[in-house]
């Protein structure tokens, strides 16, 4: 349900043609992530799946970023999803707009780890989903801050270097905020997974 109701979202942000493209290669590329982690009966082929579940799912999110012509540069944002649904200029809208366009990947991230999660559980119990969503989660979150780190060691190794705001500069700012928004937007989803497993578990006891 949660990647139902985003990829209409991106699709419309990153244009009428390209964002079904778009939307259709992320689709298959968590899928084929899902088979080769996960297997096609949805078990988990070994003890340390969830470790490697959660590099899979942030190395998908960087090939989803780079894959839909995104770059670490401010002269590559795609400024016309901004635009989309207004004719007046409107900051705080089109920024988030903007925004959200271009860290979708990780937005669809958040959204596919309660799925992934699921998948993964054998046992289809609350305590079961919530420990492995969790694991996966700080997983990622693990492998996100290691990029970051490395992105701020490498900006304030080469400070001084001609092209400190033209490469390490921007890489530096750009996994920052898609660190940040990966970190907010799996914290939502993942509590409206609990609630949402929760309610569906009460109902059947009802």
Request: proline share 2%; with cysteine; glycine share 10%.
């Amino acid at each position: 349900m949660f990647l139902i109701s985003i990829a209409p979202i991106v699709a419309m942000l990153a244009g009428p043609i390209m964002g079904m493209l778009y939307v259709a290669a992320t689709y298959f590329l968590y899928d084929g992530l899902r088979g080769l982690l996960l297997g096609d009966d949805g078990d988990s082929r070994t003890r340390c799946s969830e470790t490697a579940l959660g590099a899979g799912l942030w190395l998908a999110s960087v090939v989803v970023f780079f894959g839909g012509g995104h770059a670490c540069s401010f002269d590559g944002l795609h400024f016309a999803s901004a635009f989309t649904g207004f004719r007046e200029f409107r900051f705080y809208v089109m920024g988030f707009l903007l925004g959200f366009e271009t860290w979708s990947g990780d937005v669809l991230l958040a959204a596919s780890v309660p799925l992934f999660a699921a998948l993964t559980a054998r046992k289809h119990t609350l305590e079961g989903f919530e420990r492995v969503t969790l694991r996966v989660s700080l997983k990622i979150a693990f492998f996100r801050a290691v990029a970051v780190a490395s992105a701020t060691l490498c900006a304030a190794l080469h400070r001084r270097h001609l092209m400190v705001w033209a490469i390490f500069a921007p890489k530096f700012v750009f996994d920052a905020i898609g660190s940040s928004v990966a970190d907010i937007t799996a914290f939502l989803f993942i509590t409206v997974a609990f609630r949402s497993f929760d309610a569906r578990r009460g109902t059947k006891r009802d």
